[in-house]
């Protein structure tokens, strides 16, 4: 298996996993978003991980818009919808394939 493949796998189960519990919660509640941000900080250990996330989400986007500029990295601007709707499970390693 060569490193981009190994990438594009991570991309796939970085996407699919989360959206396993992401899926559940929005078949229980619906599409209720402030429920849905509320459960991120419902207490100190989900929004300390919460936090976490979004703060390594915004210092990897930030990074890799300077790195994609430097190495000339197509369609850079994915890693931002995939971030958002996703995470950095999947920003990560799609970044990576996309820099291979």
């Excluded at 989900?46 to 994609?68: C, M, Y």
Aim: aromatic residues 16%; neutral net charge.
């Amino acid at each position: 298996m060569t490193l981009r493949n190994f990438y594009i796998l991570m991309a796939v189960i970085g996407t699919v996993v989360p959206w396993i519990f992401f899926g559940s919660f929005f078949a229980a509640a619906g599409l209720d978003l402030p429920a849905f941000v509320g459960g991120l900080f419902a207490n100190g250990a989900a929004a300390g991980f919460s936090v976490d996330v979004l703060l390594s989400i915004l210092v990897f986007w930030v990074w890799s818009f300077t790195d994609a500029r430097q190495h000339a990295v197509r369609n850079w601007w994915l890693v931002l919808p995939a971030g958002c709707l996703v995470g950095l499970s999947l920003a990560l390693p799609l970044y990576l394939a996309l820099r291979d």
